[in-house]
């Protein structure tokens, strides 16, 4: 079945450093892919998407290409400040069997500190 | 502005007790979704629905049912509170076609004592 993997966390870097957060999936057809991002005592919200191979979604400062030949969706961010501390998620829209639901990674905690 | 509401924020209740969460949206989705969110930061899609009338289990199984009578309108509720229960839970809708994203509200963080 439909499946995503990310890395685990949690994640801590020093304000300005390079952000990469990996994300692999595996899926029947061709998914869309999405960034969600969940800042402390907050919901979800959506940080970026892509919809087909090689979109690239950007939103923030933040990037993720969809690579078809590698089933992946890393998150990248070349410089990351401290309100970037929260918690990312990496989702698949469901397709062959979920009803149409997002299959959601268990997240990734970043820290960033000043 | 449309958006998606819960409430309550925080809620402490004793075991045995019925409870009720709130949600509602004003974006006119008709998909609406519950999850719940344990302490590891993963979510577990507990139930949704497709419209008016519809509801649906998900992944997780949970004790809790649902509820939707109107479109905007998608309440949770607990017939019994037990401490097993404790957790974050989260309300999203979404168009529910395809590509569409889910927009979330901000969570009942639920402690049952």
């Known amino acids: 079945g439909n499946s995503v993997t990310q890395m685990e966390g949690p994640v801590t870097l020093s304000e300005e450093a390079f952000l990469t957060i990996n994300c692999t999936y595996t899926?029947?057809?061709?998914?869309?892919l999405f960034w969600y991002v969940q800042y402390p005592g907050e919901g979800l919200q959506l940080l970026l998407k892509a919809t087909k191979a090689d979109d690239k979604g950007s939103n923030k400062g933040f990037e993720a290409t969809y690579r078809k030949e590698t089933t992946s969706f890393h998150l990248e961010k070349g410089s990351v400040q401290v309100s970037d501390s929260a918690v990312y998620f990496c989702?698949?829209?469901?397709?062959?069997?979920?009803?149409?639901?997002?299959?959601f990674g268990k997240g990734t905690k970043l820290s960033v500190k000043p | 502005e449309a958006d998606i509401y819960q409430t309550p924020r925080y809620l402490v209740i004793g075991t045995g007790k019925k409870i009720t969460l709130e949600c509602s949206q004003t974006m006119g989705h008709d998909k609406m979704y519950w999850y719940q969110q344990d302490p590891g930061m993963e979510l577990h899609l507990i139930h949704y629905s497709y419209g008016v009338n519809s509801t649906e289990k998900g992944d997780l199984s949970s004790e809790s049912t649902v509820s939707r009578i109107r479109t905007e309108h998608f309440p949770l509720t607990l017939e019994s509170a037990r401490p097993s229960h404790t957790s974050q839970y989260l309300c999203?809708?979404?168009?529910?076609?395809?590509?569409?994203?889910?927009?979330f509200g901000n969570g009942t963080r639920l402690t049952v004592t």
């Open positions: 989702a698949l829209s469901g397709y062959g069997g979920s009803q149409g639901n997002l299959i």
């Open positions: 899926a029947t057809g061709y998914p869309s």
């Open positions: 999203a809708s979404s168009t529910g076609t395809y590509n569409s994203p889910l927009h």
